[in-house]
């Protein structure tokens, strides 16, 4: 079983960056991969970033691509996306998620999952 806590999210002007964490913990003898998703007001989940559980691979959205960053300290337990030139349409809750390793790269599809956080409400406004 593991626990995914996510935290960083706050209000930021347009251009500004924010950095959101992950903190992952619990017991297991698995390998997860780690997926960053949003959902914005109104809207279905979808999918920002993924990154492998030993942090060589990593996927983007096409419209995060070059913006954020995502990565992941392996000996902490965390994950992080770094989220630079925000625009409002990135105002959404931001989750991350596990998926148990049964294949070398990551996915962003939510079906995947099997394990989610809470979530954390980033705001990009003037």
């Known amino acids: 079983q593991l626990q995914l806590v996510e935290s960083g999210g706050g209000l930021v002007q347009p251009g500004g960056s924010l950095r959101l964490s992950c903190a992952v913990s619990?017991?297991?003898?698995?390998?997860?991969?780690i997926v960053w998703f949003r959902q914005a007001p109104g809207k279905g989940r979808e999918g920002v970033s993924c990154?492998?559980?030993?942090?060589?691979?990593?996927d983007y959205e096409y419209f995060v691509k070059g913006r954020f960053t995502i990565s992941r300290d392996v000996t902490k337990n965390m994950v992080y996306l770094q989220m630079n030139s925000l625009k409002p349409d990135d105002t959404a809750d931001y989750y991350c998620?596990?998926?148990?390793?049964?294949?070398?790269?990551?996915?962003?599809?939510?079906?995947?999952?099997?394990?989610w956080g809470k979530g954390t409400l980033v705001t990009v406004s003037s």
């Open positions: 619990g017991i297991t003898s698995d390998y997860y991969h």
């Open positions: 990154i492998t559980h030993d942090g060589k691979y990593t």
């Open positions: 998620a596990a998926d148990r390793v049964v294949q070398p790269v990551c996915v962003m599809r939510a079906e995947y999952m099997d394990f």
